[in-house]
T-cell receptor, first 111, second 113 residues
Framework: AQSVSQHNHHVILSEAASLELGCNYS??????LFWYVQYPGQHLQLLLK??????LVKGIKGFEAEFIKSKFSFNLRKPSVQWSDTAEYFC?????????FGTGTRLQVFP | EAQVTQNPRYLITVTGKKLTVTCSQN?????MSWYRQDPGLGLRQIYY???????DKGDVPEGYKVSRKEKRNFPLILESPSPNQTSLYFC????????????FGPGTRLTVL
């Protein structure tokens, strides 16, 4: 069965620190990959997506992610986080008509 | 404004009392879906619909029903709610199937006593 793993459940950083959130998936076929963000009390919003082409994709608010097919990974990065990045981040994989989410990573950024 | 709306946003009910959470989108999307979000479990798909009159089970369909009589609406029905259905529910839609970006509604926080 398809699954998505996010290894970091809770990440605490100071402002200006670099961020990398891990995401691995299990599915042997073609996938589309997403990172969604959920700010406190709000609904999910798309940060970035990968369908094909350049495996390094750039999203909103300075986020980027790299698709490494051989490692079944799609890690999210940001060089310098801000307090406003405090949120929960979800990796998702679209496979066989279903969007499968990871369990999420809660990011807290302190000034 | 393109959006997915859900009502109600908050609901407290008692075990066994039938309820419906409505979901509507104004983007002419074919694909609609319901998820529940629980701490530590992320989002899990309850039901999805690829078009009018076409619905299918997701990962956690037990205790829920859906219908898709019109393209824009996709209500979630709990015939006999139980406390384990206390959760945060999100409706989402996308242009077609599941391969496009999904747009999420604001969520419905349901408490079943």
């Amino acid at each position: 069965a398809q699954s998505v793993s996010q290894h970091n459940h809770h990440v605490i950083l100071s402002e200006a620190a670099s961020l990398e959130l891990g995401c691995n998936y299990s599915y042997g076929g073609t996938v589309n990959l997403f990172w969604y963000v959920q700010y406190p009390g709000q609904h999910l919003q798309l940060l970035l997506k990968y369908f094909s082409g350049d495996p390094l994709v750039k999203g909103i608010k300075g986020f980027e992610a790299e698709f490494i097919k051989s490692k079944f990974s799609f890690n999210l990065r940001k060089p310098s986080v801000q307090w406003s990045d405090t949120a929960e981040y979800f990796c998702a994989v679209n496979a066989a008509d279903k969007l499968i989410f990871g369990t999420g990573t809660r990011l807290q950024v302190f000034p | 404004e393109a959006q997915v709306t859900q009502n109600p946003r908050y609901l407290i009910t008692v075990t066994g009392k039938k309820l419906t959470v409505t979901c509507s989108q104004n983007m002419n999307h074919e694909y609609m879906s319901w998820y529940r979000q629980d701490p530590g479990l992320g989002l899990r798909q309850i039901y999805y619909s690829m078009n009018v009159e076409v619905t299918d089970k997701g990962d956690v369909p037990e205790g829920y029903k859906v219908s898709r009589k019109e393209k824009r609406n996709f209500p979630l029905i709990l015939e006999s709610p139980s406390p384990n259905q206390t959760s945060l529910y999100f409706c989402a839609s996308s242009l077609s199937r599941g391969y496009n970006e999904q747009f999420f509604g604001p969520g419905t926080r349901l408490t079943v006593l």
